[in-house]
């Protein structure tokens, strides 16, 4: 799936889509296909603070229960409550109906200090070098001799 262009994104995978003086935040189609199928979101309430590196909620999947992390300090203006009822349109629709939530931020620059489309191709094309040299250096220890 190609990245939003315009959107910011984390390196714990999840994207932020300036709206005028709201972002949207939702995880990445990486995110969700490490994940596998969601089955639950538990979100924080509209009207809630949040903070940089503070959980505002997690979700489940059939492999495991993984934390939301806010990207960036603000106030909840939205959840996507239909997530309650169809946590899979996180993994068939990441980037539209698949959203979490909408923050109004403290400092949108807080944003655009983020990773843009292209650093986050780049960020996602290291981890899948890292995964492949530590796949070879597991094979390498195989002793194939025994």
Do not use: C
Request: proline fraction near 3%; charge should be negative; aromatic fraction near 8%.
């Amino acid at each position: 799936m190609a990245l939003p262009k315009d959107y910011y994104y984390t390196d714990e995978h999840v994207w932020l889509n300036i709206e005028a003086d709201l972002v949207r935040i939702g995880v990445t189609d990486y995110a969700q296909d490490e994940l596998g199928d969601v089955v639950f979101a538990e979100i924080s309430e509209a009207g809630e603070t949040v903070k940089a590196n503070d959980t505002f909620g997690n979700v489940e999947s059939v492999k495991t229960v993984s934390e939301l992390y806010a990207p960036i300090n603000g106030e909840i203006i939205e959840v996507n409550d239909v997530l309650e009822n169809k946590p899979e349109l996180i993994n068939v629709s990441p980037y539209d109906k698949g959203w979490l939530i909408v923050i109004k931020p403290d400092n949108m620059e807080d944003v655009k200090a983020l990773m843009t489309s292209d650093a986050y191709s780049d960020f996602l094309r290291g981890i899948s070098e890292e995964h492949v040299a530590l796949n070879l250096s597991h094979i390498n220890d195989i002793d194939l001799t025994k």
